[in-house]
Each structure stands twice: as C-alpha cells, then as structure tokens.
C-alpha cells in the first residue's frame, strides 16, 4: 500500500490549502486515515482523523478550521484546512490503516505517507 501526500504549499495566513491523500496498491479496503503533522524538533502531532464510515476527529487547534474528508470510491482523503495560521506550518503526512491479504491471512496494517510542506506567512 501506497499513500501519496500532495496539496501542500506557501499561502498567506488568513488563506486556504487542500491537501490530498491517495492510496494505491494491492489493499481490500482503507479505514481509518488520519492526518498529522511536524514541526522539526517537535512531536507529531495528530491533526484529524476519518474513520470508513466518515466519523471524523480533530486536534483542539484545527476545530472549526479545518475539515477532513474521504472518497471510498476513489480511495482518497482530504485536508481542507481554511483560516490558516502561521503556527500551522508543518510537514503533514498521511496515515492509514489498511485491511490486506498475504501469507494466507487478512491483515489490518498501519502505512505511512510521504509528507507534504505547508508554510503558512504571515
């Protein structure tokens, strides 16, 4: 499985971003995904979250900013993050859970994306 990051970028604070999150690969279904993000020498840090069903959580900071989104059929998540703040400058990254079949079993296998830089000036 496969998880590509994209959307990032240099906007004003006050602006809007919409980071994407495809999947790809050899995978029977993705549940939950979640969005985080890091500042170097900082922890990650959960950002949202979105479980198959669209149940969605969000880190205190993003509430009310911030919305995520999925699309089963297409095997894509959304960040749509709006009212950008500098302290909203990280690399944000894609994680997810994903339901696959090898060695005879179904496995549920936790994967990774490349991250993508959003700079938020101000």
């Known amino acids: 499985v496969q998880l590509q990051a994209s959307g990032g970028g240099l906007v004003q604070a006050g602006g809007s971003l919409r980071l994407s999150c495809a999947a790809s690969?050899?995978?029977?279904?993705?549940?939950?995904v979640a969005w985080y993000r890091q500042v170097p020498g900082n922890e990650r840090e959960l950002v949202a979250l979105?479980?198959?069903?669209?149940?969605?959580n969000y880190a205190d900071s993003v509430k009310g900013r911030f919305t995520i989104s999925r699309d089963n059929a297409k095997n894509m998540v959304y960040l749509q993050m709006n009212r950008l703040k500098p302290e909203d400058t990280a690399v944000y990254s894609c994680?997810?859970?994903?339901?696959?079949?090898?060695?005879?079993?179904?496995?549920?296998?936790?994967?990774w994306g490349r991250g993508t830089l959003v700079t938020v000036s101000s």
């Open positions: 979105i479980t198959r069903a669209g149940s969605t």
């Open positions: 994680n997810a859970d994903a339901e696959v079949y090898y060695s005879s079993a179904y496995h549920l296998d936790n994967y």
């Open positions: 690969g050899s995978f029977l279904s993705i549940n939950n």
